[in-house]
């Protein structure tokens, strides 16, 4: 099973359409390419996109057709659920299934983690985590976990992050709670707060 | 000036105090008693919002001594709305403004009744606006000027500068002449080092040990302005000469970060005469009416002799008397810096770089500043800029790609071509898709590249006072406890709220130390050259004996850089390892050599992590020892990695995010903005790896590079260099720091390397530290 969050296809689209700047648009493109290589590496037979997948329902409906094509050849073969965010809370004309949530028990996998639940695996937040090392302070997209939940950092190429000691974060997270941070060999440590 | 008042263009050279803006005004005055006029006449510009308030206080005297019906006002960053509003319906007679605040009153549709009267524009202090983005974007605002009133005389007001016939061509429209006018320079200045009983230290930045000698200096004299390099150093210099001012004088603090009515104060009580003596930085290095300013302190070397010329004639109004200054180095290198720029300054070599042709990007922004006031033609939008004189060798093909850019992005992909920004109407003119996009365009307009700022207050229980700004940066070092300097008192970090930096007075003596980003100067390559000769007597007899004590000691603990040699050193300092090659090639060059030699060393996993660069040496610390630097020297190998390193680079993503934000690709940080949704803006980083990976050849790139050259010198200087050095490298493994080394340790402008290895090792060591002490073993 591959689990991702937070991909926000169709970026560039969606700022441009509300007067802003034009942005590479190549955001798409190189988010798919990682997710092709990732689903080659794992060979995973179910794959969960954790909402917000894409920028809004609009930057859904307007992929590019090579892209759309692009997503149903990685589709082929596997069971794909969208679960809905924030940013994309509509139905979405692509394969797979369309979930609010996705009760697994004993886990549920939605967008945004709820306050007082258990068993639970979520996005939306984009985690990060800054290490300060004797010579230098690094951030990178984190993991966050503890007994409760797991918080997944975004996947998609345009996405900034939160760190994991802002408020909304530490009041989730137990005081225990554990971080992933990212890189070549991910490492774990408490988590920053 | 009166009998050229009708020249299309004319250019002043003087120094300040000799009355030149009031020259500049002459004819406009003249203009103003014989005709009565309607609307706006005169456009002041000056680089300083201070220098316009400065200038208005100045121009009210003689105008209501003539008894003219004359209105007179400023329009900045600082004036209200509703002020704002009025003035473009009912503009005074002279208007006096900054580059920024004239590029978006030309960008409003009603930019030609604004201007529709005005017949003169003056152009303060233009030899500092010459040298940056903002004169680009200033000139290109003439051009706009031009063409709504194609009788308009320009009018530019320059210090002493090298080249004036340069400064001449950039302000005249092209190919309009332009009359060059000299004033009587003046005496020349009294520039000399102050003596101190103490001596300074090796390394160190805040000249702490000067602290009684300026003090008797304040004493010995009626009003003394005290510059420092960098905001920080200020504040530092500032707070410990207060810790000594037994007598209470009073003294005041000005920079850029304190804020505005703060700094309003300060500049009140010197026009009063007030203050015995001001700690500032270059905030107030610009044109402003100093009063009885007698004495002008220096603290830190000047690094350009010809900014140094120019602060110091400041300091006089009185013409014939010698301006008076005093260098003071803050540590032992800056006295050999001292001595060699006093000497430069004697001989009149007056030092600065030639500038190329108008960055694309300034270009950029006008063209969607152009469209946010209204349709345009692009054949006229390229004729008017090209009569810019920085964008006279524009080409049509250049020009059209930026007007596509601005238009669709100009990627290779095109996407989304519906949602286009600019679009050509049907007679061909070009419009904005959105109109409500101006007010957006509008926002984002300007060519100052601030780091992100907070505000800094007290905390609203004990008055919530604005004190200021830090960088966003320093603002995430800080938590609750830690003190730091901000507008000369120690203040203690309380928290973030709302985006702003909470604090309360705190009355602790040491402070952790504010970084506010430093400016950076880069001394000519003449002033490193005579340096260097400089070092290779045998002895100093016009250094201070602790000087010359401490060029000896650097002799026999290591050695002396020597013309025709490269000095390499090593040591082991705080857990890194340094490296530090003494080029004396000047700033960009060695810049450029740190770049490739970290580029070497990451290819020879000795994992750098930074490195900095002054005009005599670069300093490259990381993880590992370099136990032989002769192979990282080889001429043929970093030629063979030139090809792509420099696109990876922190400096190229730096030079990037500038670029991309003069020219609107990305959006300027706004506090709401920032408030709404810290994780939704990313990095800029992060598009410039994108286009590296997908469209290398975007003429954003093409900017960034160009830009990125400008600041380094291209392959055949280093390969000059290196080629005279040949094998003759000296490699020194020292026990610790050298003492030339260690002014290295606290320059300005570290450039960080992000190299992979590296980080991934300092990862590993510190989440292993905390899982141990967190009593957790590994997963």
Redesign the interface.
Known sequence: MLIVSDLHLGKTERVLRRGGPAMPPYETRDTLIRLENDLQASNAATVICLGDSFDDVEAAKTLPEADRLWISRLQAGRRWVWIEGNHDPGPIDLGGAHLAELPLPPLTFRHIAQSGKSGEISGHYHPKVRVKTRLRSISRPSFLFDSDRVILPAYGTYTGGLRSDDTALAALMRPEAMAIITGQTPRQLPMPR | MLARADDPCTLLIAPTGGGKTLAGFLPTLADLATMPHEGLHTLYVSPLKALAADIKRNLRAPVEEIGLDIRIEGRTGDTSQTVKKRQRVDPPHILLTTPESLALLTSYEDAPRIFKGLKRVVVDEIHALAESKRGDQLFLALARLQSLRPGLKRVGLSATVDHPEDIAKLLARNPDPCEILYADPGPAPDISMLETEEAPPWLGGGAAYAIPAVLEQVKAHKTTLIFHNTRAQAEIFFHNLWLSNDESLPIGIHHGSLDRAQREKVEAAMVRGNLRAIVCTGSLDLGIDWGDVDLVIQVGAPKNVKRLVQRIGRANHRYNAPSKALLVPANRWEVVECVNALKAVQEGDLDGDPRGSGPRDVLCQHILLRAASGPFDADDLYAEMTSAGAYVDLTRDAFDTCLEFCA??G?A?K??DR???LQQRPDGQWQLR?P??AA?LRMNAGTIQDSDTLKVQLKRNRGGKPLGEVEEAFAA?LSAGDTFLIGGQIVRYEGLRDMTVQVSRNAARKPRVAVFSGTKFSTSTQLSQRTLRYLQADSWPDLPAHTADWLQLQRSMSRLPEPGRLLVETFERD??QNMCVYGFAGRNAQQTLGLLLTKRMEDMDLAP?GFVSSDYATLIWG?DEVVDPRPLFDLQTLKAGLDGWLAGNALMKRTFRGAATIA????RNTPSARKSG??????SD??YD??L???PD?VLMQITREEALRGLVDFSRIEALLENVQDRIDHVTAPHVTPLAAPLLLEVGKV?VQS?SA??R??????EA??NE?G?T??
């Open positions: 669709t992005g990627y992909l996407a989304y949602w286009q920004r959105d409500r996009a957006r070092t857990g890194r992590m993880l609107g690709l990305i959006e810290r994780q939704a803006t990313f990095s992060i598009l994108t286009l990976k997908y469209d975007h960080p992979g980080e991934e300092l990862i590993a060591e510190e989440t905390l899982m967190s957790l590994k997963v």
